[in-house]
């Protein structure tokens, strides 16, 4: 059995870290996660995200020839080199000085440019708006010295907010502890959100079809592959 570092219950709590973050970022431990869909739940519910719309969604993922079930949470990765900003024909797409990348929704025209363009599938259409949205991280929480809703919620420890550019943080130091990497990382994009434990077979299921709830077999979330 893997020996996990203990839970860092102080993260649910506002943090003590520098608002002047130069990359801000997050790590999840897949070790970690139960596939509760707490960090789902509460994002919906801070953003107040239409019924059908996720900025965060947890999928289940199974390799029924190894019996493995895993839990893979899954949203924006705030890319360095992000394809959606460089898609968007109307400039609705920033990235600010933190790094977040973030839409605006008064220049966004609902063109779908950044859907195709996200290797991630990580952009949706909101139903009441038709306009593009996404996770943005929480600005509206970070820029108060607080963690993403999703973290905060997490009640496993496993997602991790802070500074990628700080050796110092916490974070860092649990990434490069942890041997945390970029999912699809040869997609190039250099996202500012890690992941500890995930495996190439996990790539190749995310992106589309059905996630299901094994226990209920009930449809929880259904993205169609867009590209």
């Known amino acids: 059995m893997v020996e996990l570092p203990p839970i860092q219950w102080e993260t649910n709590k506002k943090s003590e870290r520098s608002l002047n973050m130069k990359r801000a970022g997050m790590v999840i431990d897949l070790r970690r996660c139960t596939g509760c869909h707490a960090c789902s739940v509460s994002c919906k519910t801070e953003h107040d995200v239409a019924l059908g ?13 190894e019996k493995i079930l895993s839990f893979l949470p899954l949203m924006c990765m705030h890319c360095q080199d992000a394809p959606c900003l460089d ?26 440019a950044c859907i195709t363009a996200c290797p991630y599938g990580a952009i949706y259409i909101e139903i009441d708006t038709g306009k593009a949205d996404k996770c943005d991280m929480c600005t509206h929480r970070t820029s108060l010295n607080m963690d993403p809703a999703c973290v905060t919620s997490c009640p496993s420890g496993a997602l991790r907010f802070g500074d990628l550019d700080d050796p110092n943080d916490p974070v860092s130091v649990y990434a490069a502890e942890n041997n945390a990497k970029a999912f699809k990382e040869e997609a190039g994009t250099k996202p500012n959100v890690l992941y500890v434990a995930h495996e ?26 867009v590209q």
């Open 53 to 65: 719309g996720f900025r965060t969604r947890v999928r289940y993922l199974e390799q029924s020839e």
């Open 87 to 112: 898609a968007c024909p109307t400039t609705a797409i920033s990235r600010l000085s933190d790094g977040h990348v973030v839409i605006n929704q008064d220049k966004c025209n609902g063109n779908k």
């Open 200 to 225: 190439t077979w996990m790539e190749k299921t995310a992106a589309t079809g059905v996630q299901l709830s094994p226990s209920d077999n009930e449809i929880i979330y259904e993205q169609k592959n």
